[in-house]
């Protein structure tokens, strides 16, 4: 068994977060309940903070790439320790904004920005614009002079590289719905478009090139065609990059099958290959960034289910139906995740059984845990924990079959915080509107 963070098993056999019993979080809040490690949200923040200062030395930014767990009450934290936030929409700037970030501190990623958001992301400031294509460059110089503001841009470019991820979720290489080539020179096209552009200024180069990445050679491979298209554009066009952005990805472990590396090791890494190959180049240093998201929420996150229908089919398998499924964690069946759990209820007992764990959502596709081991003794009301919930869950649920999405609390020194409160299905049906003449039908079939 592999705890996280300030898990614990407490006398009781009960798993505790945060030195709270997770058994009385289920009383007290209902499941499924997504349950976050606020020391650990803290610690993987500084843990970035204190790898860049120490291997950079120069100025950096680490951006908090808020699509992998975005409510206000993380906004702030992340603001707290200093990290700036990558945000991706209208949606995500206005969590940022409501927790106090200041605009100036958010990056604005995005492959179809609208023109709604672009104005909104104008109109507030936002440090840097991310701009995708050039198609989004023109709508942004439009815009920006319409409403007299001359914001700084970024240009997203693909610099060929694909990591070892699963294919849903690289990014880095030419067929990518994300950025502008370098191979096939739209990349230095883009730029001297931007640099001919008046109504943006030009700040910098970002690259992104996956996600639940664990090599790190794709990362010093992405820098070396980065740096290498920079000096080729300091020698053609004049122009000096000012900030180098390598995106996030880092990894995380889901199970024993994962060997994630740490900050530090990325930072060591990645700064010593991009200042050997800036010496080579004799290019000046730029302003570092990095967007890491998984790697910041993932293990921070535990998600608390009640177990409910049991269901053995001899020689075939027992089925473990839980409370929750592909509504509050999607990964599973998107692509095909695994996932740790435990019995947060019986936690000492040993796994000597093995289920799997269904979700409760109408398609037989909802499984959330395949062939995984727990007590003989598994019943009906029992607690489920499944670890590692804490990036792309909370943010990418959903409303299938209409059931209420789960509440979210912080937990730390021994007390619970809901930063997201469960809904009810009075909220399910609050957007709900109906046309007169449906009314009408309605009342006459009363
Ligand atoms: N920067 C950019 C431009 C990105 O597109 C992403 C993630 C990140 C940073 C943060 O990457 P991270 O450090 O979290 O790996 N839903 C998928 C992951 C999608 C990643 C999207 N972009 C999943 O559940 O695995």
Request: aromatic letters at 8%; proline letters at 4%; charged letters at 20%.
């Amino acid at each position: 068994m592999h705890l996280y963070g300030t898990q614990e098993l407490n006398a009781l056999g009960h798993l505790t977060i945060g030195g709270v019993d997770t058994v009385d979080l289920a009383s007290e809040y209902g499941t499924p309940l997504y349950v976050f490690d606020e020391a650990l949200l803290r610690r993987n923040c500084r843990a970035y903070m204190d790898a860049f200062a120490r291997h950079w030395g120069g100025e950096y930014a680490v951006a908090y790439a808020s699509k992998a767990f975005m409510v206000t009450a993380m906004a702030a934290l992340a603001h707290s320790e200093g990290l700036h936030l990558d945000v991706v929409s209208g949606g995500e700037i206005a969590t940022a904004l409501k927790a106090g970030v200041p605009a100036e501190r958010l990056f604005f990623h995005g492959n179809n920005k609208s023109p709604d958001e672009l104005e909104f992301a104008l109109q507030v400031g936002l440090g840097r614009i991310m701009v995708d294509s050039v198609d989004e460059l023109e709508l942004l110089a439009d815009l920006a002079g319409r409403l007299g503001k001359r914001p700084r841009i970024f240009l997203r470019l693909t610099p060929g590289v694909s990591a070892h991820t699963h294919h849903y979720i690289a990014t880095g290489q030419l067929d990518s719905k994300f950025g502008i080539a370098i191979e096939t020179g739209a990349a230095m096209a883009a730029m001297r478009q931007a640099l001919a552009t008046p109504a943006v200024e030009l700040v910098g180069l970002h690259c992104h090139i996956g996600s639940q990445i664990f090599d790190l050679e794709g990362y010093v491979a992405a820098a070396n065609r980065m740096l290498d298209f920079m000096a080729q554009v300091r020698r053609e066009l004049g122009w000096t990059c000012g900030e180098l952005n390598l995106g996030g990805g880092l990894g995380v472990r889901y199970t024993d099958e994962d060997a994630p590396t740490t900050p530090d090791h990325l930072a060591q890494v990645l700064c010593t290959a991009v200042k050997a190959k800036l010496a080579d180049l004799d290019l000046p240093e730029p302003r570092l960034v990095v967007e890491p998201g998984r790697s910041i929420v993932g293990e921070a996150g535990t998600t608390i289910y009640t177990v409910g229908t049991i269901k053995d089919i001899p020689g075939i398998r027992t089925y473990v139906s839980v409370n929750g499924g592909m509504n509050d964690n999607i990964r599973p069946a998107l692509y095909q995740a695994q996932y740790d759990i435990l019995l947060a209820n019986k936690a000492n007992e040993p796994a000597v059984k093995v289920v799997s764990v269904a979700g409760r959502s109408c398609e037989s596709g909802d499984m959330l845990f395949h062939d995984v081991a727990v007590p003989a003794g598994i019943e009906r009301g029992d607690l489920l924990a499944a670890f590692t919930t804490g990036a792309y869950n909370y943010s990418m649920a959903s409303h299938y079959n209409r059931f209420p999405k789960p509440a979210v609390v912080f937990v730390k020194d021994g007390q619970a915080d809901l930063v997201v409160r469960r809904e009810t299905w009075d909220d399910v049906v609050a957007y709900d509107l109906v046309p007169d003449r449906l009314k009408a039908a309605v009342g006459s079939a009363q």
